[in-house]
């Protein structure tokens, strides 16, 4: 089993190998993050499509097929039931109406689930977390070397 830099794990690494180790998992890590981020807005963008389509649908159900099927639909009620034809009408009007409505709940059964959609947000929050742990990393301490009969230096910290 190896590091991702190809030495032997247990093996004491540099200080430059560990950065470098450090900075391609980072690398990594906000790569990954934004696939995930463009793959949460391409699910969200596909259920706002389909949500407009069910919209157009519904609208073009209603425009288009009003004039044809409400002359049918009236003709076929005033042959079955010997009614009225301003009636026939009426309730041919009424079926068309109902089917656009159907339509337009399913738009906006779909249009509900875009919006609940917050997959960018998440992975806003998640990149934020990173960074507020990163922010708050400390370096391991390490003794300062005494030699023998020299004062020990204190090193700065920049």
Not at 29 to 56: C, T, W
Not at 86 to 91: E, Y
Request: aromatic content about 6%; overall charge positive.
């Amino acid at each position: 089993m190896s590091a991702p830099d190809g030495s032997p794990v247990g093996a004491e690494r540099s200080v430059g190998q560990l950065f470098a180790s450090a900075t391609t998992e980072m690398s990594a890590l906000v790569h990954d993050e934004i696939a995930l981020a463009k793959a949460q807005l391409k699910r969200d963008v596909k259920r706002g499509g389909v949500s407009g389509g069910a919209f157009a649908a519904a609208g073009a159900v209603l425009i288009f097929s009003l004039p044809m099927l409400s002359f049918a639909l009236a003709y076929g009620i005033r042959t079955w039931t010997d009614w009225n034809l301003a009636i026939c009408f009426v309730l041919s009007f009424a079926a068309n109406v109902l089917v656009a409505a159907v339509l337009a709940l399913i738009g906006v059964v779909f249009a509900k689930k875009a919006k609940k959609g917050k997959g960018p947000q998440k992975v806003a929050a998640s990149v934020k977390e990173t960074a507020g742990v990163l922010h708050n990393a400390k370096p391991h301490p390490r003794p300062a070397p005494v030699e023998h009969g020299l004062e020990a230096v204190a090193r700065s910290s920049s």
